[in-house]
């Protein structure tokens, strides 16, 4: 017999322990921080803008105001938006009687894949919650929203609600009922897109957009 098979042997000789699985709801309930919808919006704020993003206060009335301010100090004369939805009629509104440019996805993206990938420089989209233990947006592409509006566009614009901002991933998972069923893609954004994988040197925007920006609702001083 190989040292090898000896080795196999005894491994495969060796009692099977069970164990029994981890208390992991208790363990959180035991260890969850009771903390404020401020204090909650203030954690996920210094994750995130660590991460390079940019966080604006808001309240639900003056978001497109900050809106249109973010674009012009950006120089950027085109959104993409979603005009079946309330926040993307909103931006339509505002930005409309400004000179800002509001292209919708209405589209298959076979129909117009140039004007994406080359002419769309921002586009805005809503988060469904936050995460603030690591600064991370949850969001939930649907058949308004796509995946590709929060991939392609250099510049990519969300709408947060700092009342769904979550203490940690499994509460935001237990909370929203996520073992009910989940959409195609779940996404969890922490910051814009970034790589060092050539010589170690960082990179913005390799995979996806260099700048992400929060406007964060319910948070304004």
């Not at 929060?150 to 700092?162: F, K, T, Y």
């Amino acid at each position: 017999m190989s040292a090898r098979d000896r080795i196999l042997a005894k491994l495969n000789a060796a009692p099977v322990l069970p164990k029994a699985a981890p208390e992991i709801a208790d363990w959180y309930a035991a260890h969850r921080s009771a903390e404020t919808t401020a204090e909650k919006s203030a954690r996920f704020r210094g994750c995130i803008e660590f991460a390079h993003a940019e966080v604006y206060a808001v309240s639900n009335a003056s978001w497109p105001q900050k809106l249109w301010e973010v674009l012009s100090a950006k120089q950027l004369e085109k959104l993409l938006v979603a005009p079946g939805t309330t926040h993307g009629q909103r931006a339509i509104d505002v930005l409309s009687e400004s000179g800002i440019a509001c292209r919708g996805y209405e589209q298959k993206i076979e129909d117009w894949k140039e004007e994406m990938f080359h002419d769309i420089p921002a586009s805005l989209t809503i988060a469904r919650s936050a995460i603030a233990e690591t600064g991370t947006l949850v969001l939930w592409p649907d058949a308004h929203e796509p995946r590709l509006m929060s991939l392609v566009p250099p510049v990519h614009i969300v709408l947060l609600d700092a009342s769904n901002i979550h203490n940690t991933f499994y509460e935001a998972m237990t909370a929203e009922g996520w073992a009910d069923g989940l959409p195609t893609n779940a996404l969890l954004i922490s910051g814009p897109s970034k790589t060092a994988d050539i010589q170690v040197t960082l990179a913005y925007g390799a995979h996806g957009p260099k700048e992400l920006i929060i406007l964060l609702i319910g948070d304004e001083a």
